[in-house]
């Protein structure tokens, strides 16, 4: 498996709470890295888990982007004690994965953390500043990213969400997984984005598989990975899964090879 040395790679991964976004994130992370890939891993879930699922030491662990007021400030000019009224729309954001990722075995870190209210259409000075920053690494040609999002698709803007390769909806047996499936793809196309493909995991029953074929007929399915108890086993005591995931080292590979061959050049930046 290789991705061509001059390009990037843009994933993100999405689905119903609890289906595995954040393991299957880590997985498809690491096995980029193994590979000799420069990973940017963006945690851009409101409860940030990555750090773990990566199996980075947790004695340091960063203060997402969004909780750095004072940063946030300088970028964007926006004033101290309430925003005010003004503030910049462009912030300089490119020294920012350096300064505050951490790293390990080609991986980068980057935990983006929430902003408390507002959604999609909030315009405030913590949202321009992550927007700005995801926007930055996607638009990074030669950048590999991967992003362990929540169900929505909340902080790709259109700006930003034609440079993404692939948006994968993770997805259980579960048909309430199915339904996030399809709400997932329908906020997508609002944003201008290409349907997900979707990645099922959790799998006990071979009959699992073809149900949700059928239940997800009209979608691409890229792979399952079986329901492994030493993965669950590994969160519990907290030990990175991926050694662990002895069941689908092929299933895995098999994966991330279609995931990899939906890299292409990123567009020029705007
Ligand atoms: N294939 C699997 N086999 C066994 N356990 C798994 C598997 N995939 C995920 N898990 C376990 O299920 C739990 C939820 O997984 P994970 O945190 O990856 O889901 P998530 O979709 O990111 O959840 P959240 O919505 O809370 O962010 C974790 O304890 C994880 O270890
Ligand atoms: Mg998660």
């Not at 888990?49 to 030491?57: E, K």
């Not at 199915?178 to 997508?188: E, K, S």
């Amino acid at each position: 498996m290789g991705i061509p040395a001059t390009r990037g790679l843009k994933l993100g991964f999405c689905g119903k709470g609890g289906v595995g976004k954040t393991t299957l994130a880590s997985l498809v992370v690491r096995h980029l890295a193994a590979a000799g890939k420069d990973v940017v891993a963006i945690d851009a879930d409101p409860v940030p888990n990555l750090q773990a699922a990566l199996g980075f030491p947790m004695d340091v662990v960063p203060r997402p982007v969004a909780d750095l007021k004072e940063l946030i400030e300088e970028r964007t000019g926006a004033k101290k004690g309430g925003w005010g009224t003004f503030f910049r729309m462009n912030p300089t954001v490119a020294d920012l994965p350096e300064r505050l990722g951490l790293s390990r075995d080609n991986i980068r870190l980057l935990v983006m953390g929430t902003v408390d209210k507002g959604g999609s259409g909030c315009v405030c000075p913590e949202s321009i500043v992550l927007k700005a920053l995801v926007r930055h690494l996607l638009l990074a040609p030669d950048q590999v990213v991967v992003m362990d999002m929540e169900a929505g698709v909340e902080h790709l803007g259109r700006g930003s969400s034609a440079a993404l390769d692939r948006l994968v909806a993770v997805v259980d047996p579960g048909q309430r997984s199915h339904v996030a499936a399809r709400r997932i793809r329908a906020l997508a196309a609002d944003i201008g984005l290409a349907a997900p493909a979707v990645v099922l995991n959790n799998v006990r029953d071979p009959e699992d598989v073809a149900r949700v074929r059928d239940s997800l007929h009209d979608f691409e399915l890229l792979g399952h990975l079986p329901f492994d108890p030493t993965v669950a086993r590994a969160d519990r005591d907290g030990a990175m899964p991926y050694a662990e995931l002895s069941l689908a080292p092929a299933a895995l590979a098999e994966i991330v090879r279609q995931l990899v061959s939906a890299s292409r050049p990123a567009p020029a930046p705007t």
